[in-house]
């Protein structure tokens, strides 16, 4: 057994029986009401999902294991001499709760690369797709492809004992995220390069092969994929990308068919998609005004956007009620690598236009930019410019928190997800009987 493998076991084993022991003891305590408007709201607000990996603060933003991203950015194992973390780091502090050393990354790195190699009907079947499909589409195809490697399907179908599943369900985690990266520059190349694919090169980090395969190798986008799957791994459990993770696994599907369908959900343009839609919008709007447009010139912009009845991409988040830190932690990078670039100027004048207006219509609850806002200037920068691949790039970072989640669905033997609904009729006539009683 590995020795990720074998720490994760002795940790999560014996919670599971202490959990199972303090739910027996306290799962009278009630946490609170909810409304009839909670029933129409997107469930937001609601606690009902257990996420170990990550927690959302409204103003604060997201904390991993208990760190924010600057901590992370801060104590996080970094290639000598790397000034950004590595995101297999992140993986083992969010599996673990434990703050990894550079050994434990580098043992992560070994393991990932003797799993990496993708087989090729994986290939075949992405390239049976019409060259344009959307690489969004291409990679939830992917990663089903996959799929007939699951070693939990496997087992199962073999009968394998419940207290069992997080084992092979490891297994299949770990070659997952070991063959994403490939998976994904694969598209990129086929959709983009002229199928002029790149192998992996030995001795670089998960992170730094996947800028390789993409086809960028300068040291700057190597610390800036470094950062970017850092940040993107996890946003705690509601979110639709880590909710369909944890729903689609609940009913036993394998780790493969959980992420695919979880791809579909951050295909979404009010999710994942926004990415791609932001420097859509910017680079419509500089199509529309020419280059540096004024802050009025991107008011008047917004002002347009709104009045099309269409969202302001990168703006507005369910939970979130301030600038969002991974927004930050991208301008601190863009101000240190790029401070005079156009787009991410654009960019920092949206930031100081858009929050007033949003604010002025009455009904948005977040005016500030979330992730989505910035990644997309960085990337052009470095001539990533393919816009419809942005969210591929968020997927293959978004793995790391959803699989770490996944693996503690299973040591703790979460149940089906099955919550109640009701209907329109059943809502009034609830609503009648309590005034009636009142
Ligand atoms: N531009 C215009 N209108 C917006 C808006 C924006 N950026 N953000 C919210 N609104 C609107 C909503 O559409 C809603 O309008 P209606 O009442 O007409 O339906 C109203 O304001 C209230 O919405 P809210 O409660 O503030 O926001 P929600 O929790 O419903 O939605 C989100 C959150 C992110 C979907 C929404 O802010 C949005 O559509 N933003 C733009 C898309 C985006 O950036 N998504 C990425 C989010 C981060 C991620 O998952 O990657």
């Known amino acids: 057994m590995g020795n990720l493998k074998a720490k994760f076991a002795a940790k999560a084993l014996p919670l599971s029986t202490e959990i199972k022991q303090f739910v027996k003891e306290n799962g009278q305590v009630a946490l609170g009401t909810f409304t009839v408007e909670d029933v129409y709201a997107g469930m937001k607000g609601i606690i009902g999902l257990l996420t170990e990996t990550s927690l959302l603060d409204a103003n604060e933003g997201i904390r991993f294991r208990g760190y924010s991203i600057p901590e992370l950015?801060?104590?996080?194992?970094?290639?000598?001499?790397?000034?950004?973390?590595?995101?297999?780091?992140?993986?083992?502090?969010?599996?673990?709760?434990?703050?990894p050393t550079y050994d434990d990354v580098l043992a992560i790195q070994a393991d990932w690369n003797s799993r990496a190699e993708v087989p090729q009907h994986v290939f075949a079947a992405i390239d049976a797709l019409p060259v344009h499909t959307h690489p969004m589409t291409q990679f939830s195809i992917g990663i089903m492809a996959m799929q007939t490697d699951s070693q939990f399907a496997k087992a199962y179908r073999e009968g394998i004992n419940k207290k069992d599943y997080w084992d092979p369900t490891f297994e299949d985690v770990s070659n997952l995220l070991a063959r994403l990266p490939r998976v994904a520059a694969y598209i990129y190349r086929r959709t983009y390069k002229n199928s002029e694919h790149i192998a992996p090169q030995e001795g670089l980090d998960w992170a730094g092969n996947f800028a390789h395969m993409l086809g960028f190798d300068q040291v700057e986008f190597y610390k800036l994929m470094r950062l970017y799957l850092t940040i993107h791994a996890d946003h705690?459990?509601?979110?639709?990308?880590?909710?369909?993770?944890?729903l689609v696994g609940s009913a036993?599907?394998?780790?493969?068919?959980?992420?695919?369908?979880?791809?579909?959900?951050?295909?979404?343009?009010?999710?994942?998609?926004?990415?791609?839609?932001?420097?859509?919008?910017?680079?419509?709007?500089r199509e529309e005004i020419g280059q540096h447009p004024s802050k009025e010139?991107?008011?008047?912009?917004?002002?347009?956007?709104?009045?099309?009845?269409?969202?302001?991409?990168?703006?507005g988040h369910a939970v979130l009620r301030k600038t969002d830190p991974r927004f930050l932690a991208q301008q601190e990078f863009a101000k240190t690598y790029m401070p005079d670039d156009e787009l991410v100027n654009i960019v920092w004048n949206i930031y100081e236009v858009a929050p007033p207006i949003l604010e002025s219509t009455g009904k948005i609850k977040n005016p500030w930019p979330n992730v989505d806002a910035h990644s997309g200037a960085l990337l052009l920068h470095y001539g990533l410019n393919e816009y419809d691949f942005y969210t591929v790039l968020f997927g293959v970072s978004r793995a790391l928190g959803v699989m770490a989640s996944m693996l503690w669905d299973?040591?703790?033997?979460?149940?089906?997800?099955?919550?109640?609904?009701?209907?329109?009729?059943?809502?009034?006539?609830?609503?009648?009987?309590?005034?009636?009683?009142?």
């Open 252 to 285: 036993l599907s394998d780790p493969y068919l959980a992420f695919s369908a979880a791809m579909n959900g951050l295909a979404g343009p009010l999710h994942g998609l926004a990415n791609q839609e932001v420097i859509r919008w910017v680079l419509e709007m």
């Open 236 to 246: 705690e459990g509601g979110n639709v990308s880590a909710h369909t993770t944890h």
């Open 410 to 438: 299973r040591a703790l033997g979460s149940p089906i997800e099955r919550p109640k609904s009701v209907t329109y009729e059943w809502l009034k006539k609830t609503v009648e009987a309590k005034k009636t009683s009142a």
């Open 73 to 99: 950015r801060a104590l996080l194992p970094k290639v000598p001499g790397g000034t950004e973390p590595l995101p297999e780091g992140l993986f083992y502090l969010m599996l673990l709760g434990e703050m």
């Open 297 to 315: 010139q991107i008011a008047d912009y917004i002002h347009q956007t709104l009045k099309a009845g269409k969202v302001v991409p990168g703006y």
